[in-house]
């Protein structure tokens, strides 16, 4: 039977800015899918909204990323499969890789997309079409691909508590 130590936990900062994340992208993820199907005049509060959540998760991530390197932090998991111990490691590293590139493809497309001078100066004209904002396409791969991450680390979580019956989240929260 594994058993892992789950007494040791993350550190707070880091378990506060896991909570705060989580929560922020179950947010922004639907409202980004939402926007797609409006047009320009109707959805520029929601991309006043989205880009300063965005914007928070950014920094929530660089807090995280420095909190991960420099506090002590908990063994990996033990599940009894070597492939799903690296699984695990691999989608935890990856979420890192995704967050910081889903920041800098909507800073992108709020700066190239001509969406951050639109919402100064009120005028929508200064937007352009989604076909001309390279970043806006990318941004929508990294969010699903955010997306399959996160159900992957869901089903994980739940996966290693039906084998070893070990509430691995006392670590996170």
Known sequence: MIKNDLQKKFSKTTRITHGVTALLILALFPMGKYMEGLEISEKMGLVRIHAILGFLVLILSIIRTISFF???????LNTGSKFNDKLAVWIHNSFYFVLF?????GLATMILGGYGEALK??????IKSHGEIPPLQAHGIIATVMMILLVLHII???KHYIST???TLKRII
Do not use: Q, Y
């Open 121 to 126: 100066t009120g005028n929508i004209d200064l």
């Open 70 to 76: 420099k506090s002590e932090r908990p063994a990996n």
């Open 165 to 167: 019956r070990e509430n």
């Open 101 to 105: 590139g889903i920041a800098i493809s």
């Open 156 to 158: 994980g979580v739940i």
